[in-house]
């Protein structure tokens, strides 16, 4: 069973907009941080917004001002409101999240031990 779920990928033109979900498959777990990531061919998975329980949040430079990330710490769910898309925004997205993590490691790569299993955002020119 895979523990989180994503939805809201899709093609998109240059300039639109695009709202990624994600939920976490049952209440069992204990979260301390949730972000989304993006992977394009090629590249390295880059952090591309995170929100930890305590209220902490982080944007990739590119993102900041096109992307907001929300989350209920109650319901374990994060949404991703992206606007202003770029081609180079097209990447594979996950859901990510940490049951083990404080203040800045929250937000690095190696915090996150559940994932989702992608949803593919195409941005075209």
Do not use: H
């Not at 996950?94 to 989702?116: E, H, I, N, P, Q």
């Amino acid at each position: 069973q895979v523990p989180l779920v994503e939805s809201g990928g899709g093609l998109v033109q240059a300039g639109g907009s695009l709202r990624l979900s994600c939920a976490a498959s049952g209440s069992r777990f204990s979260i301390n941080a949730m972000g989304w990531y993006r992977q394009a061919p090629g590249k390295e998975r880059e952090l591309v917004a995170g929100i930890s329980s305590s209220g902490a949040s982080y944007s990739a430079d590119s993102v900041l001002g096109r992307f907001t990330i929300s989350g209920d710490n109650a319901k374990n769910t994060l949404v991703l409101q992206m606007n202003s898309l770029k081609p180079e925004d097209t990447a594979m997205y996950y859901c990510a999240a940490s049951r083990d993590c404080s203040g800045y490691a929250c937000f690095t790569l190696v915090a996150y031990d559940l994932w989702g299993q992608g949803t593919q955002v195409t941005v075209s020119s």
